[in-house]
């Protein structure tokens, strides 16, 4: 048996649709995105450490600012609710330094729910949430020796077990005074 081919073979030259110009012009625009966008990273770049370094200048000047006037208030009052100029509870940083003092004090198994310090009144009041009724007293024993509260009357003390989580509900407030 003998195969007969009855096509001719038509001979059209090969043509690539890859050429070496097309190769070359995709690798010179995939160069050129790539430079542009490492253009836009650095110039963003540079922007943010500049935000950042104005956001450092600024913080610094507000601490500072922030020493400056705890050094001006020297008073025998600081820390007692009244500030050198007589007022009682202070000025915001007597505010800063209440806050800082719960934060410093609070212990590990006291959540507190409710912050108020009412200027007018000289009152502080804290609701919350402890695991026991030893965290809260240790809670009022921490806050009586802060600088802040040193003076502080604790007259208020509300405690109730809340059946449902087991926790130790609690209130504590000082009287419309506030002092020993």
Not at 31 to 52: M, Q
Not at 101 to 129: C, Y
């Amino acid at each position: 048996m003998q195969n007969i081919n009855l096509l001719e073979d038509i001979e059209l030259p090969q043509r690539s649709v890859i050429t070496s110009k097309l190769v070359l012009k995709v690798v010179g625009l995939l160069v050129l995105v790539l430079l542009v966008i490492s253009i836009f990273c650095t110039a963003k770049l540079s922007r943010s450490k500049e935000s950042l370094t104005a956001l450092g200048g600024f913080q610094q000047k507000l601490i500072a600012k922030i020493i400056s006037l705890e050094k001006k208030d020297d008073s025998p009052n600081h820390g007692n609710g009244v500030d050198s100029t007589g007022h009682k509870m202070g000025s915001t940083i007597n505010f800063y330094g209440y806050l800082h003092d719960i934060a410093k004090h609070t212990p590990k198994n006291v959540w507190l729910t409710t912050i108020a310090l009412s200027q007018a009144e000289n009152m502080i009041m804290f609701r919350g949430h402890a695991l026991s009724a030893s965290d809260v007293t240790n809670f009022i024993s921490n806050l009586k020796s802060s600088s802040s509260m040193r003076n502080r009357a604790f007259n208020t003390v509300q405690i109730r077990k809340n059946e449902n989580t087991r926790e130790i509900d609690f209130t504590i407030a000082t009287d419309v005074m506030g002092q020993l």
